[in-house]
């Protein structure tokens, strides 16, 4: 390669992306990637003890609509984190522009049907394999509400990527399940709500994205057991109902197979992360407190190795 190719190459990458000087110590940390002449932040957690090792798991968390890394960060952080201490792992909270996602569920949202989110968690993904020796085999994605169908389409776009994912609150489009019905198999957990009123159990139109149409829960099931192969009914098991002024209450549904389809179905559950209730700390409408379900996600990722 002569001098002025070379010259070419480095101007064309360094438009690309961009990685920055991150920090690998103990904690809480935030920086930025430039890609595609965006200025992309993330935060990212590293656990104490990792020096040494050759190759650490990593969780990406995918915010909502309206929300942010900080939020994610907020919200799962305790849980998480305690996680992330105990496995020697990485968690990573990348931010979406504009506050949402670009999730190809075929409606539409003018301020991001343009941005190129595949390619920037890709270029993510490879920054903390690079960079952390993250090990490209354990990388695991988990969202809510439009971070998990974010999940949904990675899950599709990049499955050679992801070991396995854990959608909050989401569902899948028809459009998507269509053009994916052969897409490679991905162990999944699913967290999702009958009385959600955003993403209805029923399906049916998102209308602040201009969604036409959503799977319902059982649609994105039967997806999810096609695609992964899963032949098997379900093992039902009912949590025990710990908080019963919630009106709430958990079904499992595990369709165990080679790549295992897991639904957490809350009975009259909202648009919310099921989680213990703090002493003191008052019930919350439409939010279940019969189990913690981000450690519960966390574990079932970090099973698949």
């Not at 990485?90 to 569920?105: C, E, F, M, Q, R």
């Amino acid at each position: 390669m002569n001098v002025r190719c070379l010259c070419l190459f480095i101007c064309f990458f360094t438009a690309k992306f961009t990685f920055g000087q991150s920090s690998h110590s103990n904690g809480l940390h935030t920086d930025s990637l430039n890609y595609g002449g965006l200025e992309r932040k993330y935060m990212y957690y590293i656990p104490a003890g990792i020096e040494n090792s050759d190759k650490v798991p990593v969780v990406f968390f995918l915010h909502g609509m309206g929300a942010s890394a900080q939020i994610g960060v907020n919200v799962l952080g305790p849980q998480y984190h305690a996680r992330a201490e105990r496995d020697k792992a990485i968690v990573v909270y990348p931010d979406a522009t504009s506050k949402h996602w670009n999730d190809k569920l075929g409606g539409s949202y003018p301020l991001t049907d343009k941005i190129d989110d595949v390619g920037y968690l890709t270029s993510l993904i490879d920054l903390f394999v690079q960079d952390f020796k993250a090990d490209p085999k354990r990388v695991y994605f988990s969202g809510s509400s439009n971070g998990g169908m974010m999940t949904y389409r990675l899950s599709c776009d990049i499955p050679d990527k992801i070991r396995a994912i854990a959608p909050f609150v989401s569902t899948i489009s028809p459009q998507v399940a269509e053009q994916f019905t052969s897409a490679k198999p991905i162990p999944i957990i699913i967290t999702s709500g009958t009385a959600d009123s955003i993403i209805k159990w029923e399906g049916g139109q998102v209308k602040v994205t201009r969604t036409p149409r959503l799977f319902s829960g059982d649609e994105n099931i039967a997806y999810w057991k096609a695609r992964n192969g899963v032949k098997s009914n379900a093992k039902i098991t009912i949590l025990p109902d710990i908080e019963p002024g919630d009106k709430s209450t958990v079904e499992v549904h595990h369709y165990k197979g080679k790549n295992d389809v897991i639904l957490y179905k809350i009975i009259n559950g909202g648009h919310t992360h099921p989680t213990l209730r703090e002493n003191g700390k008052p019930l919350v409408s439409g939010k279940n407190m019969d189990y913690n379900s981000f450690e519960t996600v966390w574990d079932f990722l970090l099973s698949y190795r």
